[in-house]
């Protein structure tokens, strides 16, 4: 098997057995208020949850403390790290408290603001583990360039994009190619300002909505991505095969099958699994593996109680 890590020198290998890696997610970081109810309700209705949790939430937040989680089970001593905008306001214990817990760092892009953070409100339907979102994302909480530390990147391995801080994301990428760490971005759909990205990136994995500006088919998107010289390259389906394109190497691989209780973030988590695993694995078998911990994770209620089951077996 190739060690993905030798395109890589200079990060801390660790051992196969006690590995020791730290990743940078950057981007929104919510407060997530999670319902599980028999359905949505209709205008003017109210209804009852029969369950419900309270977590920090955000595509590259959900990533970190699943890297976190994943790595602290392999006894891996340090941490992964979320950029993002959290600031001061009370609502933010909710989402400091919720991170240490799981071992994430908050590295605050604005950590002055009084602002509330940004909050979403999430319906999981019981009988078919569907989710509806309402939220405001960080469109409200965008953070200047200047907020970046030079000193950021030491001790970091890899780093994720979700392209919700844009502009500090782009300086993100250019400085981890500076230093040849592998770069990944969540393209869970196109965000204007991935196009300054998406040259610095060596993991572009993408869902079926990212659609890049002309690109009307998922070969199209797969074109536009190699005619950047992205190397590797994915296109997740849900509950369906993953393509893929690594190299000349184009296929699919089958994900797990599963009765889903709830798919929120089902993404998220895969893209924090690939993160860890790509460090000691190929892509394609960190994507299986990717896609393993995801359909776990959708067989539990809300983004963190699949990680509380200390019976899961996980490679």
Not at 86 to 107: E, F, N, R
Not at 121 to 127: A, D, E, F, L
Not at 138 to 146: G, I, L, N
Not at 205 to 220: K, L, Y
């Amino acid at each position: 098997m190739t060690n993905p890590k030798s395109a890589f020198p200079g990060r801390s290998q660790g051992t196969r057995q006690n590995p020791k890696y730290h990743g940078l997610f950057v981007g929104l970081v919510t407060l997530d208020l999670i319902y599980l109810a028999d359905n949505p309700p209709s205008n003017n209705q109210k209804i009852v949850a029969s369950d419900y949790t309270v977590a920090a939430g955000g595509p590259a937040t959900n990533a970190a403390v699943t890297f976190s989680y994943l790595n602290r089970r392999d006894a891996i001593t340090l941490v992964s790290t979320v950029m993002g905008v959290v600031g001061s306001h009370p609502m933010t214990q909710l989402i400091k408290g919720d991170l240490i817990k799981y071992g994430v760092v908050i590295a605050d892009l604005n950590d002055s603001t009084t602002q509330p953070p940004p909050v979403s409100s999430i319906i999981v339907t019981q009988t078919t583990g569907e989710r509806a979102v309402i939220s405001i994302n960080a469109v409200k909480t965008q953070a200047s360039r200047e907020a970046i530390t030079p000193e950021i990147l030491e001790n970091i391995d890899i780093v994720l994009i979700d392209g919700h801080q844009m502009s500090v994301g782009s300086v993100i990428a250019q400085m981890a190619k500076a230093k040849n760490i592998p770069v990944v971005i969540d393209g869970g759909s196109w965000k204007p300002g991935f196009e300054q990205i998406l040259p610095f990136v060596d993991y572009a994995i993408c869902s079926a909505n990212f659609s890049p500006p002309g690109c009307q088919s998922e070969s199209e998107v797969l074109a536009y991505l190699k005619d950047i010289h992205i190397p590797h390259i994915a296109i997740t389906h849900g509950d369906k095969p993953i393509q893929y394109l690594t190299g000349s190497t184009y296929g699919y691989l089958d994900v797990p099958n599963v009765q889903a209780v709830d798919t929120l973030g089902a993404g998220d988590v895969f893209h924090g699994a690939f993160c860890h695993y790509i460090l000691q694995e190929n892509f394609t078998t960190a994507l299986s593996l990717s896609a393993q911990i995801a359909s776990l994770s959708c067989q539990y209620f809300g983004t963190r109680r699949w990680m509380d089951n200390k019976e899961i077996k996980i490679k």
